[in-house]
T-cell receptor
């Protein structure tokens, strides 16, 4: 599984758009990029997954440049309830394992 | 449908004791994974079961063990507890065993070792 690097923490204000970038220089051809969100004392929750270009769902957007060595999770108009830790994971979709490797994650603090 | 459930939610034990934690996956899910989360080490993979077979094991001592039953429910056991075993233990389930199949996490069991 490719190693990922994310900022340790970020601050934002309610209503702003937040972009969290993840670096994964050693991403392999078959690797997908997945983001999880974790609130204090809860288990992580899947947010979004993508392979290339842009993926959007009701919660977030994921931007992946052509070289795929980085990705950006975009959270539109954040609210206080978006305060959480966000994890970027990279690995091969369809691989025969359920093992997830979590890095440090990015602690997002949304202020009023 | 019901999410992943873990019991108990909180547990206090003393050093040297053993503990068993339980996880009930989402109905129809056959893969169950366990993670330990501590402030110092973050989220670490313990092991994964699929159809009652352990498929992967993380870098934990043999005091940590687990099993999966035919109904996909899983248990993990920690023997001879140490203070450093105090952590949030999370269980996750998924339909198949692919690493990037969406995994659904339970609320966790908070274990405190005194």
């Amino acid at each position: 599984l490719a190693k990922t690097t994310q900022p340790i923490s970020m601050d934002s204000y309610e209503g702003q758009e937040v972009n969290i970038t993840c670096s994964h220089n050693n991403i392999a051809t078959n690797d997908y990029i997945t983001w999880y969100q974790q609130f204090p004392s809860q288990g992580p929750r899947f947010i979004i997954q993508g392979y290339k270009t842009k993926v959007t769902n009701e919660v977030a957007s994921l931007f992946i440049p052509a070289d795929r060595k980085s990705s950006t999770l975009s959270l539109p108009r954040v609210s206080l309830s978006d305060t959480a830790v966000y994890y970027c994971l990279v690995g091969e979709s369809g691989s025969n394992t359920g093992k997830l490797i979590f890095g440090q994650g990015t602690t997002l603090q949304v202020k009023p | 449908k019901a999410g992943v459930t873990q019991t108990p939610r909180y547990l206090i034990k003393t050093r040297g004791q053993q503990v068993t934690l339980s996880c009930s996956p989402i109905s129809g899910h056959r893969s169950v994974s366990w993670y330990q989360q501590t402030p110092g080490q973050g989220l670490q993979f313990l092991f994964e079961y699929f159809s009652e077979t352990q498929r992967n094991k993380g870098n934990f001592p043999g005091r940590f063990s687990g099993r999966q039953f035919s109904n996909s429910r899983s248990e993990m056991n920690v023997s001879t507890l140490e203070l450093g075993d105090s952590a949030l233990y999370l269980c996750a389930s998924s339909f198949s065993a692919g690493v990037f199949d969406e995994q659904f996490f339970g609320p966790g069991t908070r274990l405190t070792v005194l």
